[in-house]
């Protein structure tokens, strides 16, 4: 719905149309997968981080999972995990393991590969 | 099972509130730890890369599993576990068959640097809820974490690294789990990240070293918390059994002497150490220059051991089995049957194939195996070349101990070289030796001949003659020894042609004394006859002269008469006349 307008308004302008239609598969939709071991202060700014970048920068073309290691511990040897919080990046590839509470925004960007590594 | 096997050989009794500790299996480590690693706790398990860790580890996890019903969690940092199952199948351990029975788990962590980021504050909570489920998923009471220090390549926050692995093994302990944790030796410290400053209770420390282009495998246990524990670098061999550490230092001369003996094969031999051979659980040293007769010495006591149904090893380090028996096959020693019969083995081996410890973790694991009560050494000489003086004989010292302990009767030989002095041995052992017989060669009369001789023999009286030392086509003989006129041992074809001149000797002086008799008895007889011939004439004499007397007897009487008539006659005084009859008439 929102992106009505906006096509419409490619619509009008032809470069702004064959742009965007070539931009399209370069914004893939992400799998995210965020571990957290119970409801910890580190749990919640991380919870809270995610959300934040996904909204920011993601917005409508991703997913994301919350596994709550203590709920379901079989499944963190599946991703290789070995600190919490860790969040990991499914889809696109590479796969990510983005470790921490995701408060370092920079780090965070480069690994989801929304921002080019310096 | 091999690890309540040598259970004679513990280093420390334990002590009456001694420290529960949970047996490894593996064969000498439970000695060495006096009872196994402190169960419930961490033990840290460093060393140099391909030393071994991560196969102690494992063997740890199989012998818990297997022998003492103690699953385990296998954590590997560095290994996938297809990869430890495939490595592992190689020493003979079916990983996924003890996975599929639930008493195995193994769990590979992978950490790949170049896939992780850290964005900010972590703990490893993923981890320690892995392994916690791991563990409860089979009640595991045993835990490796192979090569934990993997951690530190993957993420860089060291300072949040170390509290975690602080925490992970304060963890450990809690859960009551027997943990290994095994890390790569460090530059400065037992391992790369100093994990033994959190890892308290027990270290053990692996290492590889290379000699003389032989490499060693050596375990030292660098700290045991509240037990005693061995302190010295134990060998350790690793083969198609797994590991097997030599537990042996110098357990002190506490073995019991026995009184009873054992034959040397060789029934003169036996005669001149008090007619019963050697004693039961000694030392014997067969030292000669090359070619004495050894190892035909040696033979005949293999073989006189088999034949009384004795299990004999042979530790052949300068022939293979087969020449062996070949070669005494000459001197009409079989000893093709007591190999098939089981009672006699052999292995050859060439000493410079191995480092001296290993020739001796693998000389103790076939001792252990095959539990031989009498055992051929031949020759220890070689052994020199492996090391100095000090470390052969110490080596040798434990071999003899071991021996000693096992109430096993040992002849080493040595190889005397030539021009060295003969009352020596290559790796001066005699004095560890309880009987030395001296093998060498002499020469006269353009032959060598082997002369054997006992040098010493404790605790019983023994000859101090040399004998001729021969090898028939009937075994081994000995021979009375002469010496010559200018006192020269003659042996050989000397000593056999003095045997033939003494013969001869013997037989003409036979001939003598015989004759000399026969000249006595004609000596007597001929004294015989004039004795009756002198006799004789006596007795013709005897008869003349009693005739002779009777006559005078008479003339007297007559003479008499005659005298008292004239008297009467001249009116004498009879008296006077009868004073004086013999005057006769004073005319």
């Given at each position: 719905m929102k992106a009505k307008p906006k096509a419409d308004s490619a619509a009008k302008d032809s470069t702004a149309t064959s742009e965007e239609s070539l931009a399209k598969p370069s914004k893939p939709r992400y799998r995210l997968r965020l571990y957290i071991a119970g409801m910890t202060p580190r749990s919640a700014r991380a919870l809270a981080n995610i959300a934040e970048i996904c909204e920011q920068y993601l917005k409508g073309r991703y997913d994301l999972q919350i596994i709550d290691l203590y709920q379901?511990?079989?499944?963190?040897?599946g991703d290789q995990?070995?600190?919490?919080p860790t969040l990991i990046k499914?889809?696109?590839?590479?796969l990510r393991q983005l470790i921490g509470?995701?408060?370092?925004r920079e780090q965070v960007l480069i690994g989801l590969d929304l921002k080019p590594k310096k | 099972m091999k690890h309540d096997k040598p259970k004679k050989i513990r280093l420390a009794p334990p002590a009456a509130p001694s420290l529960p500790k949970a047996p490894t299996g593996i064969q000498g480590l439970d000695e060495v730890t006096g009872g196994g690693l402190p169960q419930g706790r961490p033990t840290l398990l460093c060393g140099s890369p391909g030393c071994g860790k991560t196969l102690l580890a494992m063997e740890f996890l199989v012998r818990g599993a297997v022998n003492f019903g103690e699953p385990g969690v296998f954590m590997a940092f560095e290994e996938n576990t297809e990869e430890l199952a495939t490595n592992f199948a190689s020493l003979g351990y079916d990983l996924k068959a003890l996975v599929a029975q639930k008493k195995l788990v193994l769990e590979f962590v992978h950490i790949e640097r170049s896939e992780i980021a850290e964005t900010g504050e972590y703990d490893l909570e993923g981890l320690f809820i892995r392994l916690g489920q791991k563990i409860d998923s089979i009640g595991a009471k045993r835990v490796v974490l192979d090569a934990v220090e993997a951690l530190f390549s993957g993420l860089s926050n060291t300072a949040i690294l170390r509290a975690e692995l602080r925490r992970l093994f304060c963890w450990l302990k809690e859960k009551g789990v027997t943990a290994i944790i095994t890390g790569d030796r460090g530059e400065t410290g037992l391992t790369r990240h100093g994990l033994e400053e959190y890892v308290a209770d027990c270290v053990i420390l692996l290492d590889h070293r290379v000699e003389g282009q032989m490499a060693t495998r050596l375990l030292r246990i660098v700290k045991y918390r509240g037990s005693a524990h061995g302190t010295r670098e134990f060998p350790f061999l690793i083969d198609e059994d797994g590991i097997s550490i030599v537990?042996?230092?110098?357990?002190?001369?506490t073995h019991e002497a026995g009184t009873g003996r054992v034959s040397s094969g060789v029934p003169r031999l036996d005669t001149m150490m008090g007619g019963k051979g050697f004693y039961r659980a000694s030392t014997v040293l067969v030292s000669g220059t090359a070619g004495s007769g050894k190892t035909s010495l040696a033979a005949s006591f293999a073989h006189a051991a088999s034949a009384r149904g004795e299990r004999c090893l042979w530790l052949a380090f300068e022939e293979s089995a087969s020449q062996i028996i070949r070669n005494m096959r000459s001197i009409g020693t079989d000893l093709e049957p007591a190999v098939r019969r089981g009672t006699l083995r052999f292995h050859a081996i060439r000493?410079?194939?191995?480092g001296l410890e290993m020739h001796l973790a693998i000389m103790y694991k076939l001792l252990n195996q095959f539990k031989p009560r009498v055992v051929v050494v031949?020759?220890?000489?070689?052994?020199?070349?492996?090391?100095?003086n000090t470390e052969v004989k110490a080596m040798l010292t434990r071999l003899i101990d071991f021996f000693k302990m096992h109430q096993i009767t040992a002849l080493f030989t040595s190889l005397t070289e030539?021009?060295?002095?003969?009352?020596?041995?290559e790796v001066g052992v005699s004095s560890l030796m309880d009987t030395w017989l001296l093998l060498r060669d002499v020469e006269n009369g353009a032959e060598r001949n082997r002369i054997l001789h006992i040098l010493k023999s404790r605790g019983m009286a023994h000859s101090n003659q040399v004998r001729e030392f021969l090898l028939t086509d009937h075994g081994v003989e000995l021979r009375e020894v002469y010496v010559g006129p200018s006192g020269v041992l003659l042996t050989g074809s000397a000593r056999g042609e003095l045997e033939a001149q003494e013969g001869a000797q013997a037989l003409v002086l036979e001939q003598e004394i015989e004759g000399k008799a026969r000249a006595l008895e004609y000596k007597r007889q001929a004294m015989e006859a004039r004795i009756a011939a002198l006799r004789a004439e006596f007795e013709v004499e005897q008869t003349e002269a009693a005739k002779t007397i009777g006559q005078d007897h008479t003339r007297a009487s007559v003479l008499a008469g005659d005298r008292v008539q004239m008297g009467r006659l001249r009116q004498a005084d009879a008296g006077a006349t009868g004073r004086r009859p013999k005057q006769g008439g004073p005319r």
């Open positions: 379901q511990p079989v499944l963190a040897a995990i070995i600190a919490v499914k889809l696109p590839p590479p509470d995701l408060s370092d | 537990p042996i230092t110098s357990i002190g001369l000493t410079t194939a191995c031949d020759p220890i000489s070689d052994f020199a070349r492996l090391g100095s030539g021009g060295s002095v003969i009352e020596s041995t």
